[in-house]
């Protein structure tokens, strides 16, 4: 039994390579994993049974006892406790700090109500996205962003570049990188009643996307009401120090339901979510109307343009882009990501970028890129596993429907 | 059975270094993947079965067993031709985790050659090997 791909790459700690030339390759990444990261949650892991593996230069979960599959359909039943402090978060300060983001993502920054995020994409010139990212207003000169960890060194140096040049026409902005912190995302229908046992702020009054500076716990947090399962969750940004503490209370306050879960589940529950996965579903070269995320371009961005890549994106905007993003179900072995996708005649119209089984559908679910015409749902496709074609259809995305929390 | 670090292996099976398991009685041979397999693989969501009447050959792939995350390839521990694949799987894949030795076996092959089969390891060089791999990590 052997595998190859990213993901198994990443489960090789649990998995037996059994021919000689991936032996090696297991051996050239033991070598370096003492140069991987670790969170300050790490000890906390292996002593709950953690299964660590190497991801984006970090040592991270990938599971705990339980199996990726139990993690994930606890998560929605109960709830999830993730370590995510390999995300980078950063704040913007000045008081043009909003006028300057807004030349790097497709977000009406200005029209945030202080105290709101949204998830927005940081442009190339190209229109391609750079990194996905959730961007919160704290104040009118204040901006909280987290960016992911894959794409740390790349997203720093180009806020960096377009800091230095601002600033020396006379624009006022400075960051701060948050590595004092820590980052943890507690999910689920358990996460609102176990978090508000910690805290003495009203969270029913916290709305999705919103944002609070608060107590938790004893220590000064930053709390978004975002996540990446499709379910009611926060982000909880806690000073490193107490992280573990702020974990350990969450985990006794749920009495054992909200579990620790890593990122095998995670992976799981955002494709059940529909959510993209940058690196996978997004890239350098695939511009947001492509992805899908029209609806994160605001309003008066898609008027005046202003941001990077704005001319190739307002054009796809009115002219329709020529591949899109869409989600499929499937038969037979779960599709992963570079399947090709092709029509009931064979030919092919496109790829998959992300597949997997979903726990909680107990079917197959993926998405990738189709040219467009054979985007709508319900289009009947056939994809590729291992040379042989399999039944697809193209179905709408969220595959299990999102619960965030909003006003009735 | 017996087990080694709570993980079985069968006494008169033999095993291949790439963890699948060969129960041999007369000219016919059982294959399936051992519980250290199903184990380090998680739930297994699909298996796909070899044609019959297809040749396999040792050390050859001819299969491959699906994950929640990962796919991976089997190797045939025997050469010969596949008479019979559990249809089972099809609707239960999870009985390669359930029973990986009984219910779970993935398909029966009439055996060429049964000098062949001591190119592979017995229950006791199976489970040392095991936990030598294991000791690695």
């Known amino acids: 039994m052997r595998g190859g791909g990213l993901w198994q790459l990443g489960q090789s700690i649990t998995r037996r390579l059994a021919q000689a030339d991936k032996k090696a390759v297991g051996r050239r990444y033991f070598a370096s994993e003492a140069d991987q990261k670790k969170t300050v949650l790490y000890d906390f892991h292996v002593a709950n049974g953690g299964k660590m593996v190497p991801f984006a230069g970090w040592s991270m979960p990938i599971q705990y006892k339980d199996s990726i599959m139990e993690s994930t359909v606890n998560c929605r039943q109960n709830g999830s406790l993730f370590d995510v402090s390999h995300m980078c978060g950063l704040s913007l300060k000045g008081k043009d700090c909003v006028p300057f983001l807004e030349k790097l993502v497709i977000a009406d920054v200005a029209a945030l109500a202080p105290g709101t995020g949204t998830l927005t994409v940081f442009t190339n010139e190209k229109g391609g996205a750079i990194d996905d990212s959730v961007i919160t207003k704290v104040t009118d000169d204040h901006i909280y962003i987290v960016v992911n960890a894959g794409c740390r060194d790349k997203d720093l140096a180009h806020i960096e570049a377009h800091m230095k040049s601002f600033k020396a026409k006379g624009g006022d902005v400075s960051w701060n990188i948050h590595d004092e912190r820590s980052l943890l995302a507690l999910q689920g229908p358990l996460a609102a009643p176990v978090l508000q046992h910690l805290t003495k702020e009203d969270l029913s009054k916290v709305y999705f996307g919103e944002f609070r500076i608060t107590d938790i716990n004893g220590a000064l947090c930053f709390i978004t009401r975002t996540g990446y399962t499709g379910e009611d969750g926060f982000e909880i940004s806690v000073p490193s120090e107490n992280a573990v503490d702020l974990a350990k209370a969450i985990l006794e306050k749920s009495e054992g339901k909200v579990r620790l879960t890593g990122l095998g589940a995670r992976d799981s529950l955002r494709l059940e979510a529909g959510l993209c996965l940058y690196g996978n579903d997004m890239e350098q070269h695939t511009t947001p109307v492509e992805a899908g995320l029209n609806w994160a371009i605001g309003k008066r961005r898609k008027a005046e343009g202003g941001f990077l890549g704005a001319e190739v994106i307002l054009k796809q905007l009115a002219d329709g882009p020529k591949v899109r993003l869409v989600g499929f179900t499937s038969t037979g072995p779960p599709p992963r990501s570079h399947s090709e996708i092709q029509d009931e005649k064979g030919t092919t119209i496109g790829e998959i970028t992300s597949g997997g089984f979903s726990p909680c559908l107990k079917k197959n679910i993926a998405m990738g890129y189709v040219k467009s015409g054979s985007h709508k749902t319900g289009t009947k496709a056939k994809i590729l596993v291992r040379g042989k074609a399999y039944d697809g259809v193209v179905t709408k995305k969220p595959f299990v429907p999102t619960k965030y929390y909003k006003p009735s | ?137």
């Open chain 2, 1 to 137: 059975m017996h087990f080694l670090n709570s993980l079985a292996v069968v006494k008169d099976f033999k095993y291949a270094d790439s963890h699948e398991w060969v129960k041999v009685d007369g000219k016919t041979a059982t294959v399936g993947i051992t519980d250290h397999a199903q184990d380090h693989l998680g739930d297994v969501v699909y298996v796909e079965l070899p044609e019959v009447g297809a040749a396999v050959n040792q050390g050859s792939g001819f299969g491959a067993v699906e994950s929640v995350k990962a796919t991976s390839d089997i190797y045939s521990p025997v050469s010969g031709d596949v008479v019979e694949v559990n249809k089972e799987l099809n609707n239960s894949p999870g009985l390669v985790n359930s029973s990986p030795y009984e219910k779970g076996w993935i398909m029966k092959v009439e055996i060429k050659d049964d000098s062949e089969l001591k190119n592979l390891k017995n229950s006791d060089e199976y489970a040392k090997f095991c936990e030598e791999e294991d000791a690695k990590h």
